[in-house]
Structure formats: structure tokens, C-alpha cells
């Protein structure tokens, strides 16, 4: 009764606090990263001004950093078992805050390229390592508010951007775009430093270790997602890049498989993969990020293009979707401990396809208040499938998969926006095409109708001392641009459709999730007694 515990005195207990630093080191890192993202797409028009790109050159600006991260996902299972995932998130908070720091004082773009593809090399680390860290250092009892964090932070910040992107243009200078970063990684580094433990580099996985397997799997999924993103502007299999990009990709990912088949260890455990329910996991978050991204976009495309609003009236619309994050999030984190995850997964993709029917209402008349309600029914769902994906995905790892799993999640969520961007895009423009062609069809030169509508346009225009050119061809240039509206509605119509689809599509695969599997670990099974003992 007096004898020492040996266990007890190996290493002392961590601080109290230490699992909620986790989740708030989760939570800075997740928002970090999907603003960093979304704030470089909205403001490309800026920053393009700024460093005199033109569109194609200003293109590569959000590859670079999102490529950057697809690259560095992979690579964190090496360097997180190699070096401790507290050193490689030290060091990637480093590069990212100063990266993005110096940017506005580029001197020219190919500068500029060269910070932001360091910036998402440092920024990649963030989601593996840190979704990781849930799994192996959180008891189960608190996976979902560390998972609800991150879920909600993904929402938050592909809507919070718009304003705040808005908001530095109108009352700053385009440089917080960047700067806002920098000042976010301070915080996330002592978070990091006091919130994460610290163990000794495994200088046997270090030389043993196979680093090159890992980078030939990266660059596969890199040559692929940046096909994907420059995809639609090059027209696809009709650009010589892009079909190079694909090829490259398809024969890294095949190298890359084949050398882990003959290793005895390989870096990257592919019985994960065979377990029970994972490769629907791995759909639902890619279904998930898609609904996430329909959400985002279609609603501020409609505002943009057809209503002709600003990035920070936008972002009015999209504070229908963040706000409430902050107490959906931990409402779903309270309700993934007391009911089946399966049954939270199929209501939330229930309601969020339900967001986007009501959403079809859509006509050329509608403001951004036409989408609150349908907005909001998304942001319930969204939050609450995604939490409780990636929680029931984590039922299924034991705490040897834990930065196996964070690549996973981190791979799956690039592709899968990055996906549903590619799909969104090139669907609704070949819907607007379609549905331009068909509304053409109708507007025939002396009909009627077309003539009375150039009739009404004329007068307006007749009466105005504003503008240049004679009032009927103004007039007719009004009435093609009113054809141009409408075949444009229709078009985002159509993506609330796909959707809504989608998520339909989503809840048939959930009826299929069966109970995760009894995941052992082996420290907690007991020794077998000798015989005769």
C-alpha cells in the first residue's frame, strides 16, 4: 500500500488547462488557415491592382498557397512523428506569420508567389498535426468540442472573409489582407508552445524513415489539385498544362503506391483505409467540404454578378452563415456525446439540403435578406454533419493513426473544395450558357414583346442627358445584359440544385454506416499471465 507508483512518477501530470489550450490551439489554427485562403480569393482583384497582374498572372496567387498546403499535408505524417508535431507547428507558425508579413513589401509578383507558397507550406501543418493532437492527447469525452472548433471555424471563416476583406479595402489599406495573419499567428504560437507537450525527436524514424515515399505522394496530390484549380480558365483537357499536370500526377500517386506496398513499415497505414465505414467517411467529408463551398460561393457570385454588390455587402449575407457558428458549434459538441453520430450526420446533411432547396426560390429580384432563412438552415447543417463526420471517422483510428488521420481530414478537405470550386464553376457556366441560349431564343427582332421592351429602354433613355451612344442601341444593350441576369439566376439555381443533390445523395450513404470497430490499443491490454502462475 506504500509502494510507489513507477507509472506515477515517470512524468508528471500535465496542467489542467492543457486540453483546453489544445482546443483553442485547434480552433486559431483552422480559422488562420480558411481565412488566409478564402481573404487571397476574394481580394485577388486587389492585390492583382497592386503588384500590375493581369488575370492570368493573378491566377496563381491562391494556387500558390493552397498548392502549398496539399503539399506539406502528407509530408506532416514524416516530419510529426519525426520531429514531434509541437516542433513542426512552432515552425510552421513561424513561416506563415513572417511569410504573410512580407508580402506587401514584394517588389514584384514572382516574389510574391515565392511568400505565399511559403505561407501555405507553414499554414499546411496547422489542420494535420492539430486534428491529430485531438485524437492522442484529448479524452473521447472532449474530441467533439475539439471537432465542433474546427468544424465551425471552417464555416467561419469562408464567410467571415468577404467582410473583413471588405471592410480593410474600404477603411485600410489591401495589406491586411496579409497582415491580419501575421497578427493571428502570434496567439497561435503560444498556444502551441504552452498548450502542446514535449517529447524528444525519434532520431531512428528520422534516419529510417520513409521521407521520399511521402514526397512523391504530395507532389501526386499537388500535380492533381492545381490541374483542378486552373482547370476551368485553361479549359481543361484543351491546355496542354493542365493535361501534363494530370498526367504527372497520376504517375506520382501510382509510384507512390507501389513503393509503399514494398516496404515492411510503410509510412502511411492503407489498412486505415480498408476499415470498416472509412471510404464512406472519406466521401461524406468530401461531400461535406463541397456543400460547404456551394454555400459560400453561389450566394456570393448571385449578390456579385447579378445584384452588382460590393465584397463587403456580400459579406452581410454570409454573417447569416457565421454568426450563429458561435452557438451552433457547441451545441453540436454537447449533443455528439449524447446521441449516435450516424443519426447527427444524416440530420445535418437532411437540413442543409434543405437550405438549399429553399434556396431555388432564387429570382433576378432577390437581395441578400432573401437568403437568410436558407442560410442559416446551411449553417446548421453543415456544422453539424462535419463535426460529426470527422468525430465518428475518429471512432475508427486508434492513437497510432492519430497524424495518419489529421492527413486524411486535411487532404480531404483541400480536394474537396477545391473540387466542389472546379464543379460549381465549370456547372454553372455551362448552365449559364444553356440557359442563355434557351432565353435568346425568345428574343426575336420584331416580336411584339421585344419590341415594346426596346420601346420602354429607348424612352428611359431618350429622357437621360447621362451616358454616350444613341438611346436605341443603349437600350438594346440593356436588354442583353437583363438576358445575361437571367440566364445568370438560373445558372446559381441550378448549383443550389446540385447541392441539394448532393446532400440527398449524402444521407443515402449514411444509411450504410454501420458500428465503428472495437479499435484496441495496446498499451491497455493487460500481459498474460505465465503458466502455472
Not at 315 to 340: E, F, K
Request: some cysteine; hydrophobic content about 55%; aromatic content about 10%.
Amino acid at each position: 500500500m506504500n509502494a510507489t507508483d513507477p507509472a506515477a512518477t515517470a512524468a508528471p501530470l500535465p496542467p489542467v488547462n492543457l486540453p483546453w489550450l489544445g482546443i483553442v490551439a485547434v480552433l486559431v489554427g483552422a480559422l488562420a488557415t480558411t481565412l488566409t485562403s478564402r481573404l487571397t480569393s476574394i481580394g485577388l482583384a486587389d492585390v492583382r491592382g497592386a503588384f500590375s497582374a493581369g488575370f492570368d498572372e493573378g491566377a496563381w496567387i491562391p494556387t500558390a498557397f493552397t498548392a502549398s498546403q496539399m503539399l506539406i499535408g502528407p509530408l506532416s505524417i514524416f516530419l510529426g512523428r519525426a520531429f514531434t508535431p509541437r516542433r513542426v507547428l512552432l515552425a510552421g507558425c513561424v513561416v506563415y506569420g513572417i511569410a504573410l508579413f512580407l508580402i506587401p513589401f514584394a517588389p514584384n509578383l514572382r516574389t510574391l508567389l515565392v511568400l505565399q507558397c511559403l505561407a501555405g507550406l507553414g499554414s499546411g501543418t496547422f489542420i494535420p498535426l492539430t486534428a491529430a493532437f485531438i485524437l492522442t492527447a484529448l479524452p473521447k469525452s472532449l474530441w467533439p468540442w475539439g471537432l465542433a472548433a474546427y468544424a465551425m471555424n471552417i464555416v467561419l471563416g469562408l464567410n467571415l472573409a468577404s467582410t473583413l476583406e471588405g471592410w480593410y479595402v474600404e477603411h485600410v489599406t489591401w495589406d491586411w489582407i496579409f497582415w491580419q495573419n501575421t497578427v493571428v499567428a502570434v496567439p497561435l504560437f503560444a498556444l502551441y508552445w504552452f498548450g502542446l507537450r514535449r517529447l524528444p525527436i525519434d532520431h531512428d524514424y528520422l534516419r529510417n524513415g520513409d521521407f521520399r515515399g511521402m514526397l512523391t505522394g504530395a507532389a501526386g496530390f499537388t500535380f492533381i489539385f492545381v490541374a483542378l484549380d486552373q482547370g476551368d480558365r485553361l479549359d481543361w483537357f484543351s491546355s496542354t498544362l493542365i493535361v501534363t499536370l494530370l498526367a504527372l500526377g497520376v504517375i506520382c500517386m501510382g509510384l507512390f503506391l507501389l513503393h509503399e506496398s514494398t516496404l515492411e513499415t510503410p509510412s502511411v497505414d492503407f489498412r486505415l483505409l480498408m476499415r470498416r465505414n472509412v471510404f464512406l467517411l472519406i466521401v461524406l467529408v468530401l461531400a461535406t467540404r463541397f456543400m460547404v463551398t456551394a454555400s459560400n460561393t453561389l450566394v456570393a457570385n448571385y449578390l456579385i454578378q447579378v445584384r452588382g454588390l460590393r465584397p463587403e455587402e456580400v459579406g452581410n449575407a454570409a454573417l447569416w452563415v457565421a454568426l450563429p457558428q458561435l452557438i451552433i458549434a457547441p451545441t453540436v459538441a454537447w449533443l455528439l456525446n449524447r446521441i449516435d453520430a450516424r443519426f447527427a450526420i444524416g440530420t445535418g446533411f437532411t437540413i442543409a439540403a434543405a437550405g438549399f432547396l429553399l434556396a431555388t426560390g432564387i429570382t433576378s429580384e432577390w437581395a441578400e435578406s432573401n437568403f437568410s432563412l436558407a442560410l442559416l438552415l446551411q449553417a446548421i447543417g453543415e456544422t453539424l454533419e462535419l463535426t460529426a463526420v470527422i468525430y465518428f471517422f475518429g471512432h475508427h483510428v486508434g492513437p497510432a493513426d492519430g497524424i495518419t488521420f489529421g492527413a486524411i481530414i486535411q487532404t480531404a478537405r483541400l480536394f474537396g473544395g477545391q473540387l466542389g470550386t472546379s464543379v460549381l464553376v465549370t456547372f454553372t457556366r455551362k448552365s449559364e450558357q444553356l440557359h442563355s441560349n434557351l432565353i435568346g431564343q425568345h428574343v426575336v427582332a420584331g416580336e411584339p414583346m421585344t419590341s415594346e421592351r426596346l420601346l420602354a429602354y429607348t424612352r428611359v433613355f431618350g429622357a437621360s442627358t447621362q451616358g454616350t451612344g444613341a438611346p436605341e442601341a443603349r437600350g438594346a444593350g440593356l436588354l442583353a445584359s437583363a438576358v445575361r441576369g437571367q440566364a445568370y439566376t438560373l445558372s446559381i439555381l441550378d448549383g443550389f440544385l446540385l447541392a441539394a443533390t448532393v446532400g440527398t445523395v449524402a444521407v443515402v450513404l449514411v444509411m450504410c454506416l454501420r458500428e465503428p470497430p472495437v479499435i484496441v490499443n495496446p498499451a491497455a491490454v493487460p500481459p498474460t499471465p505465465a503458466r502455472g502462475t
